[in-house]
């Protein structure tokens, strides 16, 4: 329930609103039962809108406009509050959503510690692996096995007709054809690998060739031979290769920390807050609550979700890496 400031006393249960704070000091613009608005109010209310919004009020009919606009919005609200609707569920319910967006922006919006240099370069060298990668190939192949050489290379003929981006016949012929238990299921899928994945999974030969490789969607003319079998390769991308110093990511590390540490305050203040206001749930009936997934479209007004408002999640993500 709301209170309409009007004395010293407020009945418990209540809040008590102010709906016009006193005056500033100087000349008055305008007065009503119960407040008044100075020169200075309204010039500070001037001063903290957009350049564009301040340019419709340059004449005196026009602040006289918004005088008489602020105007009726105070009367109408005294008149809200006269027929009882301080005590509406929905009033009531915006006004508890408003402090508590107000009390999140004054406790971890506004307030944001410096991060010390000390865990800047700690948290650089424990993630270094995505600042710092290797350039990536990613193949689709077709493989046989050594005495499978004819098949092999029936199938690099196939696939040299097939046209430069049509990655789904080529998919096809991987999936029909290829002997590789790892990718076939994949439909010949090799994904993102380095230089040395390459070289280490399947063979320095296929490492090699990969390189000769220049436009994505071409296919090797030629069949590539390891020792495990033949390959029918085509290029699906590549990965520039990533080598970023902590000066380079240092900002972006210094609000990933900020928000991780914002976060962390939050529940801890959140944890001391139920505590200290006697927070208690029974999980039993919570067990047992219906929630009716047949019935009509709701609206998310009083006694609905109340709104779930942490502090923005506005840390950056790690850099990615460009692919062509």
């Known amino acids: 329930m709301l209170a309409v400031a009007c004395s010293n006393r407020v009945p418990e249960g209540t809040v008590p609103v102010r709906l016009t704070p006193a005056p500033s000091p100087g000349p008055t613009v305008v007065s009503f039962n119960g407040g008044a608005f100075a020169a200075a109010d309204l010039e500070k209310r001037f001063a903290n809108m957009s350049p564009y919004a301040r340019a419709r009020y340059q004449t005196v009919e026009q602040r006289k406009e918004f005088v008489e606009a602020l105007m009726r919005y105070e009367v109408l609200a005294r008149e809200a509050v006269k027929r009882g609707l301080a005590d509406d569920p929905e009033v009531v319910d915006a006004f508890k959503k408003a402090m508590v967006q107000k009390i999140i922006r004054q406790e971890f919006e ?38 499978n050489k004819a098949k092999a290379e029936g199938a690099l003929k196939a696939a040299l007709k097939l046209e430069l981006l049509d990655y789904a016949a080529f998919a096809k012929l991987a999936r029909e054809n290829s002997q590789e238990p790892r990718t076939q299921p994949i439909e010949g899928d090799m994904r993102f690998l380095s230089d040395e994945e390459l070289t280490t999974q399947y063979g320095p030969e296929l490492a090699a060739a990969a390189k000769e490789l220049t436009k994505v969607g071409e296919v090797l003319p030629r069949l590539v031979e390891t020792k495990a079998g033949y390959h029918v390769i085509k290029l699906q991308g590549r990965q520039v290769a990533l080598d970023l ?34 927070v208690t749930v029974n999980d039993a009936v919570v067990a047992q609550l219906k929630v009716d997934m047949q019935g009509g479209p709701g609206t998310m007004g009083p006694g609905g979700a109340p709104p779930f408002l942490p502090p923005s999640p506005d840390a950056p993500v790690p850099p990615a890496r460009p692919e062509h």
């Open 110 to 147: 506004e307030k944001k510690p410096p991060v010390p240099e000390a865990d800047v370069k700690a948290y650089y060298e424990k993630h270094q692996s995505d600042y710092v990668k290797p350039a990536m190939t990613r193949l689709s192949h077709v493989f046989f096995t050594t005495e």
């Open 245 to 278: 110093t902590l000066d380079q990511v240092k900002q972006n590390i210094e609000s990933i920390l900020t928000n991780e540490r914002k976060m962390e305050r939050y529940k801890t203040q959140l944890g001391e807050l139920f505590k200290q206001y006697g």
